[in-house]
């Protein structure tokens, strides 16, 4: 008996000390996930400044999505974002999600009330042909390689005007930071951002963009 306990008492400690590692785990994991979505959302509020806005959980504490109506006369009359998180919460499938799925993700689309004048999209290459971020027939654009700080994209273009407006804007702003995407699709009258959330960068990053891409004719 002595020594059946001398064998289970390690295991069942050990026992112990895995799962309150788990529990604990948990709630930081969920706090930091919050943390992410509440700064990502301020930012987007404060810079879009709706006068309507919807806020929903489709995901737990990994995905998140706002609807923000603008009722103002302007160039958009609605931004909608969607926040996708590593399951912080979650320590045991934590590191295969830090392999499949690598950083979390913010997508944001813009709602214009006119069409944009041209399809275009600088899109970092290590994204590019994958997933969402996927260009519908990438074949009917030129396509050439830009640095964009430390990254290099892709600018995918038709015409001369738009590939001078986007090599502009990286030009005027060297650093693209959290920003990984931006995209003009005027058949859908929309514009597309897409970033790696950070605390405290996606108002500065996402922001320059944004009053960009709005001032498109």
């Not at 995901?59 to 706002?66: E, T």
């Not at 302007?74 to 499938?93: E, K, M, N």
């Not at 090599?167 to 650093?175: A, C, T």
């Not at 859908?188 to 944004?210: C, T």
Request: proline share 6%.
């Amino acid at each position: 008996m002595e020594a059946e306990n001398i064998i289970t008492q390690p295991a069942f400690l050990l026992f112990v000390a895995f799962s309150c590692a788990l529990t604990l785990g948990y709630y930081w994991g969920r706090r930091k996930n919050g943390r992410i979505v509440r700064a990502a959302f301020d930012d987007l509020v404060e810079l879009v400044k709706p006068e309507d806005q919807n806020f929903t959980n489709i995901g737990g504490a990994i995905g998140y999505h706002a609807n923000l109506f603008i009722k103002r006369k302007g160039p958009l009359h609605r931004v909608d974002a969607t926040i996708t998180l590593l399951p912080r919460h979650s320590w045991l499938y934590l590191p295969i999600s830090k392999l499949i799925r690598k950083y979390d993700r913010l997508f944001i689309t813009l709602y214009f009330e006119q069409q944009p004048p041209e399809e275009a999209h600088l899109i970092e290459v290590k994204h590019a042909g994958f997933g969402q971020r996927r260009i519908d027939q990438a074949q009917r654009f030129h396509r050439i390689e830009v640095n964009w700080g430390k990254h290099k994209f892709y600018l995918f273009h038709i015409g001369n005007e738009m590939r001078d407006r986007f090599l502009r804007y990286v030009n005027e702003h060297p650093d693209p930071g959290i920003v990984r995407h931006v995209a003009l699709v005027p058949r859908q009258k929309k514009g597309f951002i897409f970033a790696i959330p950070q605390i405290g960068r996606v108002g500065k990053d996402v922001a320059p963009v944004y009053d960009w891409l709005t001032t498109m004719k």
